[in-house]
């Protein structure tokens, strides 16, 4: 397996609790140019055609190879404005990332990549991405690291270890669950144990390849305003080379980076939570943070500028809404000097679906900004973007449950009071039960520069259980809907979740 964001569908699927960063899960600017000479010798028919180059940005150089779309099931669907009636183009995928659908009618299509619909009348789509790290292999098995270290600051309540490696781009936190995790006042690591395979991005590292094992000591700290946050403070860099299943074991020593930096923000909180409602009249707010770190400049078009570790300050002080001004907040800073510093906040709401008797899935979402550092240093930090209004199936009201909405329904929606969207994205999920409890499962995922939708064939299925989550999304100088993976700073995104309907 290839380390591949479009294969994983990281970061742009479902979210869970906390700012993992995604979506896993995604401009007004539409109007692909169309092959022009298609248009004259067939007679309004176009030939729809896309790339999908995958740029890896590593330490020891980026490489760009195609994603293989030759298992990806491609359809461009064309919609009868008077009839409702969709037409289904069959078009083919390729090992060399292209993707064609010949003799295609002019006007907007929706485009089906597997379960993901691209709704634009474009033509030409960069169905490609950029990703963090090289490609490389991950831990399908339990592998086991063991690490042995000195030179811990002394350890204290409200630390934790962050685990990365620059070159792979791999990442994962440490947590009490770790055998042998440090106890407060410790200064050494005395072969504590952790699963490498439960990382994040558990990239198997190779020391061959320019590949170094990193371990940072986040340390709690206070601001001088007096608000407690976390930041780089000292790191264990050290050779390490896997292979999968197999346990290995490093020692080093800590110690503190000599480049220092300072990051303080004016967080106006409140403003994520006056939106509570609009993403869900019962949801509920869950969490609200700060990741700062740094990347390559090139990393500002990946699907996440912050997906995780190395992160240089972590704020989430407390569960309150209250807006906050830390002042200058301290950290070590261990990343190359010419990276790029970007920012991300997060505040995070969940609503609860059950189906029939089973114990209910709790379903996260959030509201969040990406900018470059000084951007959240120079101004308050508070929404892009806002949640979209009064949703719409069909023509009934979204946030009620809804029987009867067809299989051929729409979603419909007014645009966000706070920021201008350049983009929506929409998720369909599917309810299921599984051992008593609900199970959640998204079917589709349809893109658009629109204020409405139609479901193409067989989204939905009678008999079944549904419940969207629609997008609006802040992203100038970037098309979601013909370059769904592409990425640009600042952006921003906020989630509606409506009511269960079925057919």
């Not at 320019?210 to 946050?229: C, E, H, K």
């Not at 979601?480 to 921003?492: E, I, K, Q, V």
Request: one cysteine or more; glycine letters at 10%.
């Amino acid at each position: 397996m290839h380390k591949s964001l479009l294969s994983l569908g990281l970061l742009i699927g479902m979210t869970g609790g906390g700012c993992a960063g995604f979506d896993e899960a995604e401009a007004l600017d539409s109007s692909m140019s169309a092959d022009t000479t298609s248009q004259v010798t067939r007679a309004l028919s176009t030939h729809v055609t896309g790339t999908s180059p995958i740029t890896f940005v590593a330490m020891s150089g980026n490489e760009t190879t195609p994603y293989d779309q030759s298992a990806t099931s491609v359809v461009a669907y064309t919609r009868d404005s008077t009839t409702g009636e969709f037409t289904a183009y069959p078009g083919t995928g390729s090992a060399d990332g292209t993707i064609s659908v010949p003799s295609v009618p002019s006007g907007r299509i929706y485009l089906k990549l597997g379960s993901r619909y691209l709704v634009s009348t474009g033509r030409s789509f960069d169905l490609g991405s950029t990703e963090w790290g090289r490609d490389g292999a991950f831990a399908s098995l339990s592998t086991p690291v063991t690490v042995s270290a000195t030179g811990l600051s002394p350890w204290q309540s409200g630390d934790y270890l962050d685990m990365y490696s620059l070159n792979p781009g791999a990442f994962g936190y440490i947590d009490s669950n770790a055998t042998g995790f440090p106890q407060a006042g410790a200064t050494s690591l005395s072969g504590m144990s952790f699963d490498y395979a439960n990382m994040l991005n558990p990239v198997l590292l190779d020391s061959s390849r320019g590949d170094l094992f990193s371990l940072a000591q986040m340390r709690l700290q206070t601001s001088p305003n007096g608000v407690p946050y976390r930041a780089m403070h000292k790191v264990l860099l050290t050779s390490m080379t896997q292979v999968d299943g197999q346990p290995v074991t490093v020692s080093g020593t800590f110690t503190q980076p000599v480049a220092t930096g300072t990051f303080g923000v004016d967080w106006r909180r409140s403003a994520f939570e006056a939106m509570r409602t609009q993403v869900n009249p019962s949801a509920v707010s869950t969490y609200n943070e700060i990741w700062m770190s740094a990347r390559p400049a090139a990393l500002s078009s990946a699907l996440a500028s912050i997906s995780g570790p190395p992160l240089l300050v972590k704020l989430n002080p407390d569960a309150q809404r209250t807006d906050i001004v830390t002042g200058n907040m301290a950290y070590n800073n261990p990343l190359p000097a010419t990276w790029q510093k970007v920012a991300l906040v997060a505040a995070g709401f969940t609503k609860s679906y059950a189906l029939g008797t089973a114990t209910p899935y709790t379903m996260s979402v959030d509201i969040r900004v990406d900018q470059e550092a000084s951007a959240f240093a120079a101004a308050p930090v508070q929404p892009l973007i806002g949640p979209v209004q009064a949703p719409l199936v069909n023509t009934r009201g979204a946030f009620q449950n809804l029987t009867g909405v067809g299989t051929d329904a729409s979603l419909r929606w007014s645009k966000p009071l706070v920021g201008t969207a350049t983009n929506y994205v929409v998720n369909i999920y599917r309810l299921g039960v599984s051992n008593g409890r609900t199970t959640v499962t998204r079917v589709a995922a349809l893109h658009t520069d629109l204020q409405s939708v139609y479901l193409p064939p067989d989204v939905l299925q009678a008999g079944q259980t549904y419940f969207a989550e629609i997008q609006s999304w802040y992203q100038p100088g970037s098309d979601l809907a013909t370059s769904p993976y592409m990425r640009s700073l600042p952006r921003g995104r906020a989630s509606v979740l409506t009511g269960t309907f079925s057919p």
